[in-house]
């Protein structure tokens, strides 16, 4: 049983969801929006926090791995340090949004996320409710596939709450919408396929309690074991999730970038408040 128990401990260790480094404001790991969108969406999450020291950050991902949404965009907002670590009573202080986008094309549950993951210092201006409608009002544009269109539309919306809150002034050329049409929505994101670990794993120890039954009356150590693999596929926290070296095949975690990207605040500050839609 302590060998069980140490093997689980391990593999446990192995599905731990790893979270990436932030490449920039704009973190397009799914490759689903157009570099147009990408620079409109910096040039906006930069203006916000060069004005008020909130934070926007703008994620999408091919899947979840199996975890909620919600566990997801909060992690997010907790290890990049979403939000400015500013003293207690400062307005800025874990002012920090995380806006996550799963298409669903490639959900590993079958239905397309949005969520708008808050932090503690922006929950007075942008509540749960304003961020559930923030993303259900793009809903049609994300049935439509216009990805760089829907969460263009979200950055836009919720950096005039900053702008309301802070007392600041938008660029309005950034800010004007309908946002930039792309034809790079019109696309489905490439499919990651393979078998969900979790599935995996409880293959793995019902073939390993049949298995050390027969072990155990042959008495001979190893001799009634078989080698076990475990195939994880593309899409999932092994081979190429979130553990095995980047997102879609695109050399690394590449998404967003752009030039001038110094970081987030390092607040990070979230309990979990926020608001989104499925589709």
Known sequence: MHAIASILVALLALLQLQIPAP???????????SPEAQA?????ARQV????RGDIAVVTLPNLGGRPVEEVSLRILREWGVGAKAAI???ARNAGTVILLVPKETSDDGAGHCRIEVGQGA???LTDADAGTICRDATPLFQQRDYSGALTQITVRVAEEYARAFNFALDSADTAL???PTDVGDRAPRGRGGINPIVALVVFFVLLSVLGGLGGRRRSGCGGCIPIFIPMGGGGWGGGGWSGGGWGGGGGWGGGGGGGFGGFGGGGGGSGGGGGSSW
């Open 23 to 33: 490449t920039g404001f704009v973190n397009d790991f799914a490759h689903v929006l």
């Open 40 to 44: 409109r969406m910096e040039a906006i």
């Open 49 to 52: 926090q060069e004005r008020s």
């Open 89 to 91: 009573g400062e307005q």
């Open 123 to 125: 929950e007075g201006f």
């Open 178 to 180: 309908p946002p930039l």
